[in-house]
């Protein structure tokens, strides 16, 4: 098992695939796996990894050959998951602010389903009365997680019906006779504190017992990983200790057992990424020394949209002398990574790395400036696997339409 890439592998992979480019450690996303898979054995425990994180469909298949189902936050989700050969039954489909259209492809498509709003609820319930199960998303209202951004489950929070609407779910279930199995909540991502976890845990608990054909209850993802050397991490055996006796006592209340499903997305793939880049120049002012590198907030935009902190080592000159530099990418927009950075000295060249790079990286890049998306390396079992090429020119004209007309 190895649970860091060495610098000499990292830097044979940029040497083989150009920069920049993303690296991911199978071995670490299994450590990460088997890490909760432990910390929940005491419970009947099904984990969805939450594709969203990073959808590449090798990285899908990877993690269901762990044991994973996958949660899908859309539609295209769904049918990607599918096109990776993943079965309906491990797959669940979570979405928000779609057309009712989409909810009845995902039933066509015969996957678990998850409502967000009274009003698709009520739709589903109208078209398929208690034919077909399914789950509700319910809001807790309460404040957990990273930051707004990143926090779902507050007051004001768009996602899931809130709890204090309870009364009008009941009523539109009841209305339709439906088939209600699951109850689902997700608080937000990042989250290292395990009583407010609970809070929100034990305000989904408090309802199980208005539906009789409830079978698993669902608690989401959002167990914070570190980022900083000195960073929290969840607990995530103290969480599923407290979860164990959440349920415990909710299974004596209803007297019936409760399957427990989990969505860690961050917590699988986030550590196992490394984006890797050449800095292309290194510009000295009175102020700042910038290393300008070839990437941007186009491949990883996690620290300009969230201010979210990666580490960024020198793989080119690890030993160098500390000195404080402006990470910035090269994209005609301030694309700063990292202000007043220490870094071991940095020359024009020097190959960086950010680390903690697999989650909401190269899932959240894009083509502005018109560049290209970088390829996806997985190293499995020691050997690196180019499991996405780098885009060229052809990608980015593709669906571009030369008129005539013009
Ligand atoms: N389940 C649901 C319903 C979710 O909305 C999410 C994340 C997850 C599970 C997985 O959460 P995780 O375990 O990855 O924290 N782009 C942001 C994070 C957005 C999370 C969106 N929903 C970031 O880069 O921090």
């Known amino acids: 098992m190895n649970d860091d890439l060495s610098r000499e592998l990292l830097i044979s992979i940029a040497g083989e695939y150009g920069t920049p480019v993303y690296v991911y450690n199978a071995d670490k996303i299994k450590s990460q796996y088997d890490r909760l898979s432990r910390a929940f054995q005491k419970l009947p425990v099904r984990i969805f990894y939450a594709g969203k994180a990073l959808t590449n469909i090798n990285i899908l298949r990877y993690i269901h050959s762990l044991g994973a189902s996958v949660d899908c936050s859309?539609?295209?989700?769904?049918?990607?998951?599918?096109?990776?050969?993943?079965?309906?039954?491990?797959?669940?489909?979570?979405?928000?602010?779609i057309p009712f259209s989409e909810i009845e492809e995902a039933q066509r498509l015969g996957v678990h389903i998850n409502i967000d709003?009274?009003?698709?609820?009520?739709?589903?319930?109208?078209?398929?009365?208690?034919?077909?199960?399914?789950?509700?998303?319910?809001?807790?209202?309460?404040?957990?997680?990273?930051?707004?951004?990143?926090?779902?489950?507050h007051d004001k929070s768009k996602f899931g019906i809130p709890i204090d609407q309870f009364e009008k779910i009941l009523k539109v279930v009841k209305k339709y006779n439906m088939h209600i199995t699951l109850l689902h909540v997700h608080t937000g991502s990042g989250i290292s504190d395990a009583d407010l976890?609970?809070?929100?845990?034990?305000?989904?608990?408090?309802?199980?017992?208005?539906?009789p054909d409830l079978e698993c209850v669902d608690l989401g993802g959002g167990f914070k990983v570190p980022f900083k050397e000195d960073d929290s991490e969840a607990d995530?055996?103290?969480?599923?200790?407290?979860?164990?006796?959440?349920?415990?006592?909710?299974?004596?209340?209803?007297?019936?057992?409760?399957?427990?499903?989990?969505e860690p997305g961050k917590f699988l793939v986030s550590a196992a990424g490394y984006l890797i880049a050449t800095t292309d120049v290194i510009k000295e002012t009175s102020t700042v020394t910038f290393a300008g590198v070839d990437t941007g907030f186009n491949h990883l935009i996690r620290p300009m949209f969230y201010g979210a902190y990666h580490q960024i080592l020198n793989l080119s000159?690890?030993?160098?002398?500390?000195?404080?530099?402006?990470?910035?990418?090269?994209?005609?927009?301030?694309?700063?990574?990292?202000?007043?950075?220490?870094?071991?000295?940095?020359?024009?060249?020097?190959?960086?790395?950010?680390?903690?790079?697999?989650?909401?990286?190269?899932?959240?890049?894009?083509?502005f400036n018109s560049r290209f998306r970088p390829p996806e390396v997985l190293v499995k079992d020691g050997e690196p696997i180019l499991i996405r090429r780098r885009e060229s020119l052809e990608d980015l004209v593709k669906n571009q339409i030369i008129s005539n007309k013009i």
């Open 317 to 367: 000159n690890p030993e160098g002398q500390l000195k404080k530099y402006a990470v910035v990418g090269n994209i005609c927009e301030t694309d700063t990574f990292a202000w007043d950075r220490d870094i071991p000295e940095i020359r024009e060249g020097d190959l960086i790395v950010f680390k903690n790079a697999g989650a909401y990286g190269f899932e959240m890049a894009s083509n």
């Open 74 to 97: 859309s539609i295209n989700e769904v049918r990607l998951a599918l096109y990776g050969g993943i079965i309906p039954e491990h797959i669940l489909y979570t979405s928000n602010s």
């Open 236 to 262: 995530v055996d103290l969480i599923a200790g407290e979860v164990k006796k959440a349920i415990d006592n909710i299974q004596t209340k209803v007297g019936k057992k409760l399957q427990l499903w989990i």
């Open 197 to 211: 976890y609970m809070k929100a845990v034990n305000h989904l608990l408090d309802i199980v017992k208005y539906f």
């Open 117 to 153: 709003s009274l009003s698709a609820l009520e739709k589903f319930g109208k078209r398929f009365g208690n034919s077909y199960p399914v789950g509700i998303r319910v809001r807790p209202n309460v404040m957990a997680g990273g930051n707004l951004q990143i926090s779902t489950g």
